[in-house]
């Protein structure tokens, strides 16, 4: 099946940095990448909608400068998530599909877990 | 109203019960369907899509109802193994394209 990588799977930092989080398509072209936000016992909030070379879709209420998202290969996407504050720990996980089709399956990541302190 | 909604349980039933899950949906726009199950502190994985004629795969079977807009996953013979949460994903058809997960709901299976 289709594999997708995420790194870091975990990042502890300070609040005010920066943290950059690739999301990797291993054996496939994903055209459509999806990056989500979990808090505990709370179900996935898509944060925004990537496709290779364009500019990245955000959902209402998340702000596109704090989550900067870059799909520049069909390969990879980062999520920068700039200046962190407490309120941004949370499980962040991609996902990608192979096509633009409505019925496209979704592969996930297996999450990155961010801690700011 | 929710636009996905499932009841989040727990629902702790015993080894080899059968148990089922609900998931209704609001927008009648919605194309297509599916079942995810996430463990804890994991990422989902794809468990199968729901197809309008209804699907089995093994020990599960997934029904999608247009008319009262809802989809049901059916766990038959439950295994120790089955003990995550269950996560309900629709997607639409709007220019929007949005895909909303349901909170999910929780399963235990007790020896």
């Known amino acids: 099946g289709a594999v997708v990588s995420q790194h870091p799977s975990w990042v502890i930092c300070k609040s005010g940095t920066s943290v950059k989080i690739e999301c990797r398509s291993l054996d496939f072209q994903a055209t459509t990448m999806f990056w989500y936000r979990q808090f505990p016992k709370q179900s996935l909030m898509l944060m925004a909608t990537?496709?290779?070379?364009?500019?990245?879709?955000?959902e209402q209420g998340v702000e596109k400068d704090k989550f900067l998202i870059n799909h520049a290969s069909l390969t990879l996407s980062t999520l920068t998530v700039t200046s962190a504050h407490p309120e941004d720990s949370s499980f962040y996980i991609c996902?990608?599909?192979?096509?633009?089709?409505?019925?496209?399956?979704?592969?996930f990541g297996p999450g990155t877990r961010l801690t700011v302190l | 109203r929710k636009e996905v909604e499932q009841d989040p349980g727990p629902f702790n039933v015993p080894e080899g019960a059968t148990v089922a899950f609900n998931c209704t949906y609001s927008n009648s726009a919605s194309q297509s369907f599916f079942w995810y199950r996430q463990d804890c502190r994991k990422e989902p994985k794809l468990l199968m899509s729901v197809y309008s004629s209804g699907n089995e795969d093994g020990r599960f079977t997934a029904q999608l109802n247009r008319a009262s807009q809802y989809i049901s996953l059916l766990i038959r013979d439950s295994k120790l193994s089955d003990s995550a949460t269950y996560l309900c994903?629709?997607?639409?058809?709007?220019?929007?394209?949005?895909?909303?997960f349901g909170s999910g709901t929780r399963l235990s299976i007790r020896p």
């Open positions: 996902s990608a599909t192979g096509g633009r089709a409505m019925t496209d399956t979704q592969y």
């Open positions: 994903v629709v997607r639409d058809y709007s220019s929007a394209s949005k895909i909303i």
């Open positions: 990537s496709n290779e070379g364009s500019k990245a879709t955000y």
